[in-house]
């Protein structure tokens, strides 16, 4: 909702994220290696506006924050580097890295807003160079195959446009299991939790001011040789956010690989 100085609209906006990953790794014998992980990231953004009753309105010069648009480019990849360990029926690793600065950032959306400047909310990546950290341990039980693992994104710096990203926290546990040849069920949860990001050391009140997400995920995999075809879907059991953020019925999934 925004206030023009004139009368107050709701600005609606639905947005269609679409992510492809890739990853590849590589053993060096002894437990460690390397792993390196790509982002493309599509954006589909439509916007209307409503009155006070919730009611459609027309804004005749179009609008500085939001528009109808078609967002495609590379999020920031991650490259680290990890250590595992395999004793009888317990896995661990560790993971340790960086992020690289390839995603599109953008000038501080609220300084051109307050100037009356068109702008763009939406970032793909966060124009530092971020430190990663994550462990990870799993545990056979016959045929079940539990997992527990952590990712953690810390940003330090700013970029060149005064922005400073939100430390990010991932948790997930899954457990996955054989049903029938050559099918496995897997079902688990995520937990994330995101700090407020900073424009020039200041949390903007209309900005990303933080969030942590509890979602149930459930998925099925066809197995093909070593590798496997998982389709997953996520859905939010839990959402605590501050300020105004975006709200998702689901995430679908749909992976290939070992």
Do not use: C
Request: glycine share 14%; net charge positive.
């Amino acid at each position: 909702m925004e206030d023009d100085g004139h009368s107050v609209i709701w600005h609606v906006q639905d947005l269609t994220i679409t992510e492809t990953t890739a990853a590849v790794a590589r053993g060096f014998g002894g437990g460690f290696g390397l792993e390196y992980v790509a982002f493309l990231r599509h954006i589909t953004g439509r916007i209307r506006f409503e009155d006070l009753d919730r009611r459609p309105i027309v804004v005749p010069n179009g609008d500085i924050h939001h528009r109808n648009e078609t967002l495609l480019g590379p999020g920031d990849p991650w490259l680290m580097a990890v250590a595992g360990r395999r004793v009888g029926a317990w896995s661990a690793a560790l993971r340790g890295g960086i992020t690289i600065p390839l995603g599109k950032t953008e000038e501080n959306p609220f300084d051109l807003g307050r100037r009356g400047l068109p702008h763009q909310h939406i970032q793909f990546g966060t124009g530092t160079w971020d430190p990663l950290a994550g462990a990870s341990l799993g545990r056979r039980f016959g045929d079940v195959m539990t997992s527990a693992s952590v990712l953690a994104r810390l940003p330090v710096s700013e970029n060149r446009h005064g922005y400073r990203a939100g430390r990010r926290l991932q948790l997930t546990t899954y457990a996955d299991r054989r049903i029938r040849r050559p099918w496995r069920a897997q079902a688990g949860l995520d937990y994330g939790r995101e700090t407020a990001e900073t424009w020039n050391g200041r949390v903007e009140e209309e900005g990303n001011l933080g969030r942590s997400d509890l979602l149930l995920s459930a998925g099925i995999a066809r197995l093909f040789g070593s590798r496997a075809l998982i389709l997953t879907a996520k859905v939010p059991l839990r959402t605590r956010s501050n300020g105004v953020q975006i709200d998702y019925p689901a995430i679908v999934v749909l992976g290939w690989g070992n």
